[in-house]
């Protein structure tokens, strides 16, 4: 990594697109995806076991109760994005397709991430624990509004299902382990304080997993045939331009509210985010008859595109966030000595 960072190479988005490459060359499938599947699961579970063993309950509870923090992402994951993927409509038929435009409004109304937003609020040392409540919060709340928006703003050839084992899925995954952290901090909480690498590593880790599966599974969808290049380009500059829109409305709807840096970061990374791993079921149940790997191709490139600026981005706060830190360790001892006099 220090190599890589003389010639300006981040090496965990090095990492990125290796997983992209290798998913391309050998993607997951058989048993390999299944046992990929369990793998990401187990990653995730970790990662929420680790946070809830970091953070102290006072921090947890403060989370829990940031409730303007969650009323901004959540208005910017259910508001601001379907009226942005309306107003995307300018574009049909010149430069987007009705079923290219479809895809594009659908990634709009699935909810936040869960995993990545908090690993990346977790780089860039922001508030872990709003982003944990605001990102599964979010989750919870998308299994009963995307259907709903996608029923007023879109058309189906299937029932829109409300699934409540989705909300118990999120619940078993995220919460129960975060709990158990909780449970187990009086004995690992200090270990895991004292020793951030491995933190790091589940950190990274878990959106390695989550390239690789994403890309794994578009190849065994054999989505990128149905496509020219052409037409994957223009979805790469479309979610290109969303994703900028978004993040420069989070970033300045976080200045405007007052929000800490450690709140704006959380608003950034949770707000400007798509969840893969929700719209593709969502996607499956509610287009039904269609072809669903078309409809959700916007969605993984969009996905793809956020883990890679969203890995930038955190990267470099984390490391002025850490250059503060260490100048102010550094001009502790220096002021401690001027007061002494």
């Keep these: 990594m220090r190599f890589l960072s ?56 403060q989370g829990v109760k940031h409730w303007r923090l969650h009323t901004v992402i959540l208005a910017t994951t259910f508001v601001v994005f379907p009226l942005l993927g309306l107003a995307l409509r300018v574009l049909v038929p010149g430069v987007l397709s009705e079923e290219l435009y479809a895809g594009v409004l659908f990634l709009c ?43 007023a703003l879109m058309h189906t050839t299937g029932e829109a299902h409300i699934d409540a084992g989705a909300a118990v899925a999120i619940v078993a995954q995220l919460l129960v382990p975060f709990l158990l952290g909780q449970l187990a901090r009086p004995w690992i909480g200090g270990w895991l304080t004292r020793h951030a690498q491995p933190v790091k590593l589940v950190d990274r880790g878990s959106i390695l997993l989550v390239v ?46 007052g929000f800490p840096r450690e709140d704006r970061i959380v608003i950034l990374f949770a707000g400007s985010k798509k969840s893969l791993a929700s719209g593709l079921p969502m996607a499956a149940v ?48 220096a002021a401690a000595i001027q007061n002494s006099h």
């Design 6 to 61: 003389r010639f300006s190479i981040d090496g965990f988005v090095l990492a990125i697109f290796a997983m992209v490459g290798v998913a391309t060359v050998v993607p997951a499938s058989g048993t390999g995806a299944v046992v990929l599947d369990w793998a990401t699961k187990a990653a995730i579970a970790a990662l929420f076991f680790i946070y809830g063993a970091r953070l102290s309950p006072a921090q947890a509870w």
């Design 109 to 151: 109304l699935v909810p936040s991430t869960v995993q990545s937003s908090i690993a990346f609020t977790s780089i860039a040392r922001g508030n872990v624990g709003g982003a944990i409540v605001s990102a599964s919060f979010s989750n919870l709340l998308g299994v009963f509004l995307t259907p709903l928006l996608v029923v």
């Design 212 to 257: 690789y599966a994403a890309f794994s599974a578009g190849m065994r969808e054999d989505i990128w045939s149905k496509v020219g290049v052409g037409d994957i380009l223009v979805l790469l500059a479309v979610s290109a331009v969303l994703f900028a829109v978004v993040a420069g409305t989070t970033t300045w709807a976080g200045k405007l509210f």
């Design 286 to 333: 509610l287009f039904g008859g269609t072809d669903v790997g078309l409809m959700v191709l916007p969605l993984m490139l969009f996905h793809q595109l956020q883990l890679i600026a969203c890995a930038v981005i955190a990267q470099r706060m984390g490391r002025q966030a850490e250059a503060h830190e260490n100048a102010q360790a550094d001009a502790a001892p």
